[in-house]
């Protein structure tokens, strides 16, 4: 009887990978935008505050981030587009960005795509770098992707942390 509860105990206990995931501490979000003809897809993770000071602390001036958690966050066009006036190729990209304490802050378009979130996979991986003026917002608990304005070749998309704002200037091609 004692060998048949041995044996049969592992059978009562929910499989290995039920009992060890947790709840993540930063949830995943997909956010999709058409612009034109073009699909801008934007997929992450959202790390929060929970009342740090994101800037310098959490984040460093002058180190290149990833704005996320996890994987590393990812934006794909479906199409070529134009980023801050310049020219991007069609596909995924990861997003990083070099935050400073004063002017204007670099964000990197990395061709390394499917990349954890950290280390930075390095500037031979870079396909884009855009140097854009940093705004300040509402305080935003969970670090957030959205288009607050989108018309109809044109979008800004914005990164929001805290109450830092990086708005990216997307314009896409009017014809398919």
């Known amino acids: 009887m004692r060998f048949a509860a041995l ?11 039920a009992r060890a995931q947790a709840i993540p501490f930063s949830q995943h979000a997909a956010l999709m935008q058409r612009v034109a003809f073009t699909d801008v897809t ?19 001036w002058g180190r290149t981030w990833n704005p996320g958690a996890d994987s590393a966050t990812r934006i794909s066009f479906s199409r070529d587009v134009t980023v801050e006036g310049e020219p991007v190729a ?16 670099t964000v990197i378009l990395s061709g390394a795509a499917h ?13 884009h770098r855009f140097d854009v003026t940093p705004e300040r917002g509402e305080h935003m ?25 990086i ?5 896409a091609r009017g014809r398919p």
């Open 42 to 60: 934007v997929t992450y993770n959202r790390p929060v505050a929970r009342g740090r000071t994101l800037f310098p602390d959490v984040v460093a």
């Open 167 to 171: 708005p990216l200037r997307i314009e």
């Open 141 to 165: 608990e969970t670090l957030a992707f959205y288009f607050p304005v989108v018309e109809r070749d044109r979008a800004v998309l914005r990164l929001h942390w805290g109450t830092l704002v």
């Open 115 to 127: 990349v954890f979130h950290t280390p930075y996979p390095g500037e031979a991986h870079d396909r």
């Open 7 to 17: 044996v049969l105990f592992p059978l009562l206990l929910p499989p290995a990978p």
């Open 90 to 105: 069609a596909g995924p990209y990861s997003i990083w960005v070099i935050p400073r304490a004063e002017g204007s802050w």
